[in-house]
């Protein structure tokens, strides 16, 4: 519930239509299908309220706007995952089980 009025409340606050608003959750195709989109390169205009020249952090929020279609963006941070590789004693660590007669197993 609380993610679908944050998304409202971000639809009015960029003045969003209400098909924009619905589209998150009824249309799982792609929105663009026109001839400009066979085009090398396409002239798109940004809308943000951070100046260009910062870095852009996660949480920014940004629109794209292209004629009469506008896309709303959110940056997001990746995770960064910190993974090692750890060599067990196979010898030392092993585990047994041991059925009795009502064990499912």
Request: hydrophobic share 45%; glycine share 2%; charged share 15%.
């Amino acid at each position: 519930m609380d993610s679908i009025l944050a998304h409202l409340a971000t639809s009015i606050m960029y003045d969003m239509a209400p098909k924009a608003f619905l589209e998150k959750y009824l249309v799982s195709s792609p929105v663009l299908q026109t001839e400009q989109e066979q085009l090398d390169t396409q002239p798109w205009s940004l809308v943000c309220e951070v100046l260009l020249s910062r870095g852009i952090e996660a949480g920014t929020m940004f629109q794209l706007r292209q004629g009469e279609v506008l896309l709303l963006c959110e940056v997001v941070a990746l995770p960064h995952y910190s993974i090692t590789e750890q060599v067990m004693n196979l010898a030392h660590n092993k585990f047994v089980i041991k059925p009795n007669n009502e064990s499912p197993v």
